[in-house]
């Protein structure tokens, strides 16, 4: 168990490119979320999966933005036609939700940090 | 809306002194508190998870108190040691959904 991965860890762009992040969660996790952190703040929640299903969406995720989890294992957060009040960092999470007895944990990636210029 | 104030935002405390940081929220009707850590540009790593009808959890040093019908929570670290210098987070589940709530952390420096 090698723990939530995101990929890649930074990412320069030019206002106006898509970029994509990749995340790969604990294997035996069902429940993937999405957030979004700026300096100084805490995380905010972006978008929750159980297994493939998007349950969730903040109001946060505008048009351009889009996440997927097509087999119910990796997911993809997309952004199109990048802003530079889009540059954060982009934190994956994942949780199992069977094991009630942890209480779900979260347990976080290191982040994706995103530079738009 | 669910809002979630930590207090203080920075705390500074010499090596070995005993200390405490506090989580507030708006709204009681949670499913669990969670305080993490975060260590600069790196992601977070949970330390303990509170549920709604807990008290309190401990790990180690690390004692966590709930007190949901006040909206409060603490941290409560003891004898603190230089590797204990981040930023530390308290995040609440709503009840009815998975969106997590967090506060802007408390950033501890703890001086050898």
């Known amino acids: 168990d090698t723990g939530v991965s995101q990929d890649p860890r930074h990412k320069i762009t030019k206002r106006g490119q898509n970029v994509t992040f990749r995340c790969d969660p604990i294997?035996?996790?069902?429940?993937l979320y999405w957030y979004r952190q700026t300096l100084g703040q805490g995380p905010e929640f972006l978008t929750y999966?159980?297994?493939?299903?998007?349950?969730?969406k903040s109001r946060l995720l505008s048009d351009r933005f889009s996440a997927e989890r097509p087999k119910g294992s990796f997911s993809t957060l997309e952004i199109q036609r990048t802003e530079q009040g889009d540059s954060a960092m982009y934190l994956c999470?994942?949780?199992?939700?069977?094991?009630?007895?942890?209480?779900?944990?979260?347990?976080f990636g290191e982040g994706s940090w995103l530079t738009v210029v | 809306k669910q809002e979630v104030t930590q207090i203080p935002a920075a705390l500074s405390v010499p090596e070995g002194e005993n200390l405490v940081l506090n989580c507030s929220f708006t709204?009681?009707?949670?499913?669990?508190l969670q305080w993490f850590r975060q260590d600069p540009g790196k992601g977070l790593t949970s330390l303990l998870l509170?549920?709604?009808?807990?008290r309190e959890q401990t790990s180690g040093r690390l004692n966590a108190s709930l007190d949901k019908s006040s909206g409060r929570s603490t941290l409560y670290i003891a004898a603190s040691q230089p590797g204990d210098s981040a930023t530390y987070l308290c995040?609440?589940?709503?009840?009815?959904?998975?969106?997590?709530?967090f506060g802007a952390g408390t950033r501890l420096t703890v001086k050898p």
């Open positions: 509170i549920q709604s009808s807990q």
């Open positions: 999470a994942s949780s199992f939700r069977e094991r009630v007895a942890s209480g779900n944990t979260i347990y």
């Open positions: 709204d009681s009707a949670i499913y669990n």
């Open positions: 995040a609440v589940r709503p009840l009815f959904n998975n969106d997590m709530r």
């Open positions: 999966f159980q297994n493939e299903a998007q349950l969730e």
């Open positions: 294997s035996e996790h069902n429940r």
